[in-house]
């Protein structure tokens, strides 16, 4: 034994001697920076080539998907039997997870050794019968005969979480009548054969997502899972729409790289020693897994032994002998590695045992070449694997497109938790390849088999929520039946407005607009025009040209109303328009002229006239005093003589839906229909004079303005309404009123979202069960995310950023695809329902005219939904062509004026 006192005097100097011979002649294993970022840039390509549909069958490292979509979010619970066959061993675990406040998992479990003969025997008697032995004593010992999700891993292609067909074997296995065999089955039978325990198989994993769910459980911010034991492997949470193996782009789902088989194809010949093609040569599996055979336990101690061999007969150790040991295949075991490596001197005195051990005569500098050797082999291995590693990390970041990325890394593995120096050397090159992302790596302490019972448990938790979740949104979404009973009423509710009779108390008012016609294109002049829509007020100039030049030119303004003028005096309010009037005219240079007038005003107003409007309610957000039961031209009159500062030679007053539909009419004559769903939502078509029992005449038609936004006030909608429709009409400016108007229109389908989302966050199906202040705050989720949520080519990064915005900072990708699936579900129940009322109208109309087809156009404006699809299937004999008007409703009410002042209609 070489005395200590003698090593410390030596070394220094010897040591750095040896140590630089056999750097020199080991320089092809150490690997330059510039080197490792290129391999991690080849093997960012191979992850490329694995994720593609077109590539993959060729790809060396497969990318496999493996149908894990979540992390655990510490809600998870439950009891679970866990096999774990991983590289040395094979455990059989029972995993109890209590979720929530306790959040602690208590296992139970028995490691058993794997002998060579069933590494390597047949698969389907040897393997099975083995196993289900072994899983015998823990089951019946812990739980009985009871069925208890069983978790199985190992690496194959998972086809769906518990039908998993075995690609190859690596590491020391090699049975028979098992590659390209669906494991589970095979297990499922061995234990029928045996037929004293039955296990209900739930969810194969491979071990890096074992690795990764159980530091998942601790940290939830672990999205990668490593293995450097036996083998070597990694998975991570990649984006579904880069999974192309797959449908779906939405969310995420764990990929199991395997990229022990990196350079399968060739991809590190440059790199690769003739060492290295010796170990591969001397392998189970050729050409296979080469990456793997550079880094991980299988091979490590091989490749040291085969490099001491060489260096002896090159004269260059143990005066050029070798023994029987050192020559034979595997003698040269990995745990030495470890041992030989752990420090300086002790490191010296291991190598010095281990290489006596092998029969070895030997020196001092002997003993320090072979640690430099061991050192040489293992940093090399680290620096790999951290090449690698830094591809995936990158990968993460772009597809969060995060400047800085902050992560954790679930680690297991032999070489990772016995090597001395293996774990340093890793971390040290990830932070220089990466400088980037902030790492934590976080080594597992119960191997894989608390990680696959976190898998059963998340697919247990994710299936009851989603059922909870899909439960909650079934009540949101409408059957065609349904859709189909919701026309039939507005049908009913329209009868009832158009009929003296029932006129009071019907909901839907059906008020007449004495708009009797749509423009024929003779129309001419100068107008001005007013529009108070829901969300802004416009002042327009409208030069309408007749003939050949047959054209509408306009000059706008558009002003905003601020909360306090809606909501307070009917003065202050025609205070405001007016005053946007006169800074309108002044812009305009038009103060002293003295135009016809036509006033859009979106609101119900009762008209005996076109130019008189009682309103009969303020609907969206306005509020203001004095104005219902009032005539509104009288009141913008009085606030003109107010001002006196000029005059309005006031014509005509209509609704935003007439002034849309009259609009689209003068470019498409067909257009009998307006439609606004923007702040608020309501229709108005031309309806038969006879059937408009409010005013006398039955020739011609009349423009009714439906004010469907009312429709369900008195009930009609009370078995479609929602606990979520009812908390938004509880905190609505008027609660029982506009009931349809709140199913549907922008100022209350953020609303709803916001509603709902609070509800599954009070249920713990979103963000994790934390509500953010914000999220509490009335109106914060504004109906325009929920269109841009809703767009399809929207990335779930937007969404995110737009959760940010409202301060919910730690929401997950997850919590990104619900959030969309909630805008999606409202917003199409919106557009349904505003189908189901116009195929009433369209149908109406198409009666009223005895055809048996009808083809009409609808006059669109405001700022939220198309209907095409329902609308069609609730009324197959209409072709409805929609209109989207371009220069809102304003032209629409100068047209009208034209008309008027042309007197092709009468007045009243
Ligand atoms: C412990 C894990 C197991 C994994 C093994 C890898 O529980 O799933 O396969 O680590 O390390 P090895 O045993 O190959 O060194
Ligand atoms: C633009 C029209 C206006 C109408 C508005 C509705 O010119 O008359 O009231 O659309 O959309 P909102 O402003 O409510 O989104
Ligand atoms: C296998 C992987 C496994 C890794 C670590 C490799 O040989 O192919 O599926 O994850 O070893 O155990
Ligand atoms: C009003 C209607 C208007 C609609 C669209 C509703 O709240 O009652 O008069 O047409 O909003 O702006």
């Given at each position: 034994m070489l005395a200590s006192s003698l090593l410390a005097t030596y070394c220094t100097e010897l040591h750095d001697d040896q140590a630089h011979k056999v750097d020199k002649y080991l320089q092809c294993f150490q690997l330059s920076d510039e080197t490792l970022m290129d391999v991690s840039i080849r093997f960012r390509r191979e992850m490329d080539k694995g994720l593609c549909r077109d590539t993959n069958p060729t790809a060396a490292v497969k990318m496999l998907p493996t149908f894990v979509r979540s992390t655990p979010d510490g809600t998870e619970q439950g009891e679970f039997l866990s096999l774990d066959l991983g590289g040395a061993t094979f455990r059989v675990l029972l995993v109890k997870v209590m979720g929530n406040d306790e959040q602690k998992v208590e296992m139970e479990n028995q490691i058993y050794a794997i002998p060579e003969h069933i590494m390597r025997g047949?698969?389907?008697?040897v393997g099975s019968i083995h196993y289900t032995q072994l899983i015998c004593t823990v089951h019946n010992k812990a739980v009985g005969a009871c069925h208890l999700p069983v978790l199985y891993m190992y690496e194959f292609t998972i086809t769906q979480i518990d039908k998993i067909v075995l690609l190859s074997w690596t590491k020391g296995f090699r049975l028979s009548g098992v590659e390209g065999k669906d494991v589970v089955s095979l297990l499922r039978e061995s234990i029928k054969k045996r037929g004293d325990f039955d296990i209900d198989i739930v969810a194969v994993i491979n071990d890096t997502v074992g690795a990764m769910m159980t530091c998942g459980y601790d940290d939830h911010n672990c999205e990668i899972g490593l293995i450097v034991g036996t083998g070597t492997n990694a998975c991570y949470m990649e984006q579904m729409r880069n999974l192309e193996l797959l449908d779906g782009d939405e969310g995420r789902m764990c990929v199991?790289?395997?990229?022990?088989?990196?350079?399968?194809?060739?991809?590190l010949e440059d790199l690769r020693t003739d060492i290295d093609r010796e170990i591969d040569a001397g392998s189970?599996?050729?050409?296979?897994q080469l990456f793997e055979k550079m880094i991980s336990g299988m091979y490590m101690g091989e490749l040291v032994r085969l490099i001491l061999v060489r260096m002896a007969k090159e004269q260059l150790l143990f005066q050029g002998k070798t023994t029987a040991e050192l020559l034979t295949t595997g003698s040269f075991s990995t745990n030495y590695i470890y041992a030989i490596e752990n420090d300086k001197l002790e490191g010296l005195a291991s190598t010095e045992k281990v290489l006596r051990d092998l029969g070895l005569d030997l020196s001092l500098e002997d003993c320090i070449v072979t640690q430099r050797v061991c050192q040489i082999v293992s940093t090399r291995a680290a620096h790999l694997c951290a090449a690698t590693l830094a591809a995936v990390l990158r990968q993460i970041r772009d597809n969060k497109a995060a400047e800085k990325l902050r992560t954790t890394i679930g680690v297991d593995g032999s070489v990772y938790k016995n090597h001395p120096e293996f774990s340093r050397r890793l971390h040290k090159m990830v932070r220089r390849l990466v400088p980037d992302c902030d790492v934590r790596f976080l080594q597992s302490q119960y191997g894989s088999g608390k990680g696959a019972a976190m898998v059963t448990a998340v697919a247990y938790r994710l299936a009851t929520q989603h059922a909870e979740r899909q439960r909650i949104l079934n009540t949101l979404r409408l059957s065609r039946a349904q859709l189909l009973d919701v026309k039939e009423r507005v049908r009913k509710e329209m009868v009832r407005g158009l009929s003296k009779q029932t006129h009071e108390q019907a909901s839907v008012k059906m008020l007449p607009t004495y708009v009797r016609s749509t423009p024929d294109g003779t129309e001419h002049g100068d107008f001005l025009a007013l529009d108070l829509g829901g969300s802004s007020f416009r002042v327009l100039l409208v030069q309408v040209r007749s003939g050949k030049r047959h054209k509408v030119d306009m000059h706008q303004k558009i002003y905003s109303i601020p909360q306090e003028i809606m909501q307070g005096t009917g003065e202050e309010l025609f205070n405001h328009i007016v005053h946007c009037i006169s800074d309108f005219l002044e812009y305009m240079g038009m103060k002293g002229a003295s135009l016809p007038l036509g006033f859009t005003f979106s609101f119900p107003c009762h008209q005996n006239r076109l130019d008189q409007g009682i309103l009969l309610k303020w609907t969206k957000g306005f509020k203001a005093t004095g104005c219902e039961g009032e005539d509104v031209v009288m009141l913008l009159k009085d606030a003109v003589r107010r001002k006196q500062d000029f005059d309005l030679n006031f014509v005509a007053m209509v609704n935003d839906t007439v002034g849309t539909m009259i609009s689209c009419g003068y470019e498409d004559p067909k257009c009998e229909v307006g439609l606004i769903v923007g702040t608020g939502t309501n229709v108005c078509y031309m309806e038969d004079m006879k059937n408009i029992e409010l005013v006398e005449g039955d020739d011609g038609h009349m423009c009714v303005n439906m004010e469907w936004g009312a429709f369900g006030d008195s009930g009609e909608l009370d078995d479609f309404c929602t606990q979520f429709d009812h908390m938004v009409d509880a905190s609505s400016?008027?609660?029982?009123?506009q009931r349809y108007e709140k199913m549907i229109s922008g100022m209350y389908l953020g609303e709803i979202v916001r509603n709902v989302l609070i509800d599954f966050t009070a249920k713990g199906?979103?963000?994790?069960g934390k509500l953010s202040e914000r999220l509490k705050t009335r109106g914060i989720f504004e109906t325009k995310f929920l269109s841009q949520i809703e767009r399809d080519h929207l990335a779930m990064r937007q969404v995110r950023s737009i959760l940010q915005h409202l301060g919910?900072?730690?929401?997950?990708c997850d919590d990104s695809v619900l959030v969309k699936e909630v805008c999606t579900v409202v917003a199409r129940r919106a557009a349904q329902l505003c189908g189901a009322g116009l195929a009433a109208v369209v149908e109406k109309i198409r009666e009223n005219r005895n055809l048996n087809h009808l083809s009409v156009t609808v006059g669109v404006d405001g700022a939220v939904i198309v209907v095409q699809e329902t609308l069609q299937d609730l009324a197959p004999q209409c072709q409805v062509t929609f209109h989207k008007s371009e220069d809102g409703s304003g032209k629409g009410a100068a047209l009208i004026t034209a008309v008027t002042e042309s007197s092709r209609w009468p007045k009243k």
């Amino acid at each position: 034994m070489l005395a200590s006192s003698l090593l410390a005097t030596y070394c220094t100097e010897l040591h750095d001697d040896q140590a630089h011979k056999v750097d020199k002649y080991l320089q092809c294993f150490q690997l330059s920076d510039e080197t490792l970022m290129d391999v991690s840039i080849r093997f960012r390509r191979e992850m490329d080539k694995g994720l593609c549909r077109d590539t993959n069958p060729t790809a060396a490292v497969k990318m496999l998907p493996t149908f894990v979509r979540s992390t655990p979010d510490g809600t998870e619970q439950g009891e679970f039997l866990s096999l774990d066959l991983g590289g040395a061993t094979f455990r059989v675990l029972l995993v109890k997870v209590m979720g929530n406040d306790e959040q602690k998992v208590e296992m139970e479990n028995q490691i058993y050794a794997i002998p060579e003969h069933i590494m390597r025997g047949s698969g389907s008697e040897v393997g099975s019968i083995h196993y289900t032995q072994l899983i015998c004593t823990v089951h019946n010992k812990a739980v009985g005969a009871c069925h208890l999700p069983v978790l199985y891993m190992y690496e194959f292609t998972i086809t769906q979480i518990d039908k998993i067909v075995l690609l190859s074997w690596t590491k020391g296995f090699r049975l028979s009548g098992v590659e390209g065999k669906d494991v589970v089955s095979l297990l499922r039978e061995s234990i029928k054969k045996r037929g004293d325990f039955d296990i209900d198989i739930v969810a194969v994993i491979n071990d890096t997502v074992g690795a990764m769910m159980t530091c998942g459980y601790d940290d939830h911010n672990c999205e990668i899972g490593l293995i450097v034991g036996t083998g070597t492997n990694a998975c991570y949470m990649e984006q579904m729409r880069n999974l192309e193996l797959l449908d779906g782009d939405e969310g995420r789902m764990c990929v199991n790289t395997e990229w022990g088989a990196f350079g399968d194809d060739g991809a590190l010949e440059d790199l690769r020693t003739d060492i290295d093609r010796e170990i591969d040569a001397g392998s189970l599996n050729p050409g296979k897994q080469l990456f793997e055979k550079m880094i991980s336990g299988m091979y490590m101690g091989e490749l040291v032994r085969l490099i001491l061999v060489r260096m002896a007969k090159e004269q260059l150790l143990f005066q050029g002998k070798t023994t029987a040991e050192l020559l034979t295949t595997g003698s040269f075991s990995t745990n030495y590695i470890y041992a030989i490596e752990n420090d300086k001197l002790e490191g010296l005195a291991s190598t010095e045992k281990v290489l006596r051990d092998l029969g070895l005569d030997l020196s001092l500098e002997d003993c320090i070449v072979t640690q430099r050797v061991c050192q040489i082999v293992s940093t090399r291995a680290a620096h790999l694997c951290a090449a690698t590693l830094a591809a995936v990390l990158r990968q993460i970041r772009d597809n969060k497109a995060a400047e800085k990325l902050r992560t954790t890394i679930g680690v297991d593995g032999s070489v990772y938790k016995n090597h001395p120096e293996f774990s340093r050397r890793l971390h040290k090159m990830v932070r220089r390849l990466v400088p980037d992302c902030d790492v934590r790596f976080l080594q597992s302490q119960y191997g894989s088999g608390k990680g696959a019972a976190m898998v059963t448990a998340v697919a247990y938790r994710l299936a009851t929520q989603h059922a909870e979740r899909q439960r909650i949104l079934n009540t949101l979404r409408l059957s065609r039946a349904q859709l189909l009973d919701v026309k039939e009423r507005v049908r009913k509710e329209m009868v009832r407005g158009l009929s003296k009779q029932t006129h009071e108390q019907a909901s839907v008012k059906m008020l007449p607009t004495y708009v009797r016609s749509t423009p024929d294109g003779t129309e001419h002049g100068d107008f001005l025009a007013l529009d108070l829509g829901g969300s802004s007020f416009r002042v327009l100039l409208v030069q309408v040209r007749s003939g050949k030049r047959h054209k509408v030119d306009m000059h706008q303004k558009i002003y905003s109303i601020p909360q306090e003028i809606m909501q307070g005096t009917g003065e202050e309010l025609f205070n405001h328009i007016v005053h946007c009037i006169s800074d309108f005219l002044e812009y305009m240079g038009m103060k002293g002229a003295s135009l016809p007038l036509g006033f859009t005003f979106s609101f119900p107003c009762h008209q005996n006239r076109l130019d008189q409007g009682i309103l009969l309610k303020w609907t969206k957000g306005f509020k203001a005093t004095g104005c219902e039961g009032e005539d509104v031209v009288m009141l913008l009159k009085d606030a003109v003589r107010r001002k006196q500062d000029f005059d309005l030679n006031f014509v005509a007053m209509v609704n935003d839906t007439v002034g849309t539909m009259i609009s689209c009419g003068y470019e498409d004559p067909k257009c009998e229909v307006g439609l606004i769903v923007g702040t608020g939502t309501n229709v108005c078509y031309m309806e038969d004079m006879k059937n408009i029992e409010l005013v006398e005449g039955d020739d011609g038609h009349m423009c009714v303005n439906m004010e469907w936004g009312a429709f369900g006030d008195s009930g009609e909608l009370d078995d479609f309404c929602t606990q979520f429709d009812h908390m938004v009409d509880a905190s609505s400016n008027y609660p029982g009123k506009q009931r349809y108007e709140k199913m549907i229109s922008g100022m209350y389908l953020g609303e709803i979202v916001r509603n709902v989302l609070i509800d599954f966050t009070a249920k713990g199906l979103l963000f994790r069960g934390k509500l953010s202040e914000r999220l509490k705050t009335r109106g914060i989720f504004e109906t325009k995310f929920l269109s841009q949520i809703e767009r399809d080519h929207l990335a779930m990064r937007q969404v995110r950023s737009i959760l940010q915005h409202l301060g919910l900072t730690s929401s997950t990708c997850d919590d990104s695809v619900l959030v969309k699936e909630v805008c999606t579900v409202v917003a199409r129940r919106a557009a349904q329902l505003c189908g189901a009322g116009l195929a009433a109208v369209v149908e109406k109309i198409r009666e009223n005219r005895n055809l048996n087809h009808l083809s009409v156009t609808v006059g669109v404006d405001g700022a939220v939904i198309v209907v095409q699809e329902t609308l069609q299937d609730l009324a197959p004999q209409c072709q409805v062509t929609f209109h989207k008007s371009e220069d809102g409703s304003g032209k629409g009410a100068a047209l009208i004026t034209a008309v008027t002042e042309s007197s092709r209609w009468p007045k009243k």
